[in-house]
């Protein structure tokens, strides 16, 4: 079991991020849904941003706008997840040259797919 936070989580159902958040549960991952607005999803309180979210998270899984992951990738190199999945749409090639260069685990991949194919 991993214990793994989704940045740009949603309450909508029909989004990948909701979708993963309840996958990951169904794996038996410990989620935490990171979203500034929603208050639950899943049954999983949702954290406020990266800084809240404790300090041993194993994979940060991302389902935001590439120009989000600029603004945070100080935060995500400072919460040093053991790796950080660039799903499809969230990709920032500077973004991901610095959380390599931190020594972060990046995966380019959708986390749905990986964990249906067990790649996860």
Do not use: W
């Not at 997840?81 to 990046?106: H, L, Q, W």
């Amino acid at each position: 079991m991993e214990r793994v936070a989704v940045l740009g989580a949603s309450k909508k159902e029909d989004r990948y991020s909701n979708m993963a958040v309840k996958l990951l549960k169904e794996f038996d991952h410990e989620v935490f849904p990171v979203n500034h607005v929603a208050d639950e999803i899943h049954g999983f309180s949702v954290i406020k941003s990266l800084d809240d979210l404790p300090k041993d998270i194993d994979t940060l899984t991302l389902y935001v706008n590439p120009t989000l992951v600029d603004k945070q990738v100080d935060d995500i190199i400072k919460l040093s997840p053991k790796r950080v999945i660039f799903n499809p749409g969230t990709e920032s090639e500077d973004a991901m040259k610095k959380i390599e260069k931190s020594g972060i685990k990046v995966v380019k991949g959708c986390t749905l797919v990986m964990l249906k194919t067990g790649q996860y």
